[in-house]
T-cell receptor, first 112, second 114 residues
Framework: DAKTTQPPSMDCAEGRAANLPCNHS???????VYWYRQIHSQGPQYIIH???NNETNEMASLIITEDRKSSTLILPHATLRDTAVYYC?????????????FGTGTRLTIIP | KAGVTQTPRYLIKTRGQQVTLSCSPI?????VSWYQQTPGQGLQFLFE???????NKGNFPGRFSGRQFSNSRSEMNVSTLELGDSALYLC?????????????FGDGTRLSIL
């Protein structure tokens, strides 16, 4: 699976948009970009995923660059409950190879 | 829909014992994966089951095993426990196989070995 690079930590003011970057310069054409977050003492929570196009759901938006070498997760109106470690993952499209490989992620702190 | 349910939430064992952890996937999900999370190694893949068959396995010793039942519920077993097995064990389920199927995690079982 392609390696991802994320900043180790970020701060964001409550109510503002949180923009979390991820570099995946070695991504292959059939690899999906996934985002998860983990709040202390809980399991990782699925946020969103995409292949080529930008995606939006009730939690966040995912912007993938045209060359697919980087992406940005956007939390439009951050709240204190969004404080967590955010993981960007690229996932190969091999049927039967279902494992997720998590890196060290970005620790996002929402400031009141 | 109820989420992924793992039991028990906390477990304390001693070296040499064995343990069985349980996972009930989201209703309708047929694929179940298990992961081990430790502060030093992060989140590591153990194995994945689909339709009662192990389809993928990580780099863990044979002391770690699992199974899946016909209702998709899964168990993992660790025998001859070692201190290094202390970790958060996470189960994740997805509707089927394929990288366009998100895995949804439970809150894990925290296993402590004394």
């Amino acid at each position: 699976d392609a390696k991802t690079t994320q900043p180790p930590s970020m701060d964001c003011a409550e109510g503002r948009a949180a923009n979390l970057p991820c570099n995946h310069s070695t991504i292959s054409g059939n690899e999906y970009v996934y985002w998860y977050r983990q709040i202390h003492s809980q399991g990782p929570q699925y946020i969103i995923h995409g292949l080529k196009n930008n995606e939006t759901n009730e939690m966040a938006s995912l912007i993938i660059t045209e060359d697919r070498k980087s992406s940005t997760l956007i939390l439009p109106h951050a709240t204190l409950r969004d404080t967590a470690v955010y993981y960007c993952i690229v996932r190969v499209a091999n049927f039967g190879n279902e494992k997720l490989t998590f890196g060290t992620g970005t620790r996002l702190t929402i400031i009141p | 829909k109820a989420g992924v349910t793992q039991t028990p939430r906390y477990l304390i064992k001693t070296r040499g014992q064995q343990v069985t952890l349980s996972c009930s996937p989201i209703s309708g999900h047929r694929s179940v994966s298990w992961y081990q999370q430790t502060p030093g190694q992060g989140l590591q893949f153990l194995f994945e089951y689909f339709s009662e068959t192990q389809r993928n396995k990580g780099n863990f010793p044979g002391r770690f095993s699992g199974r899946q039942f016909s209702n998709s519920r899964s168990e993992m077993n660790v025998s001859t426990l070692e201190l290094g097995d202390s970790a958060l064990y996470l189960c994740a389920s997805s509707e089927g196989q394929g990288s366009n199927q998100p895995q949804h995690f439970g809150d894990g079982t925290r296993l402590s070995i004394l």
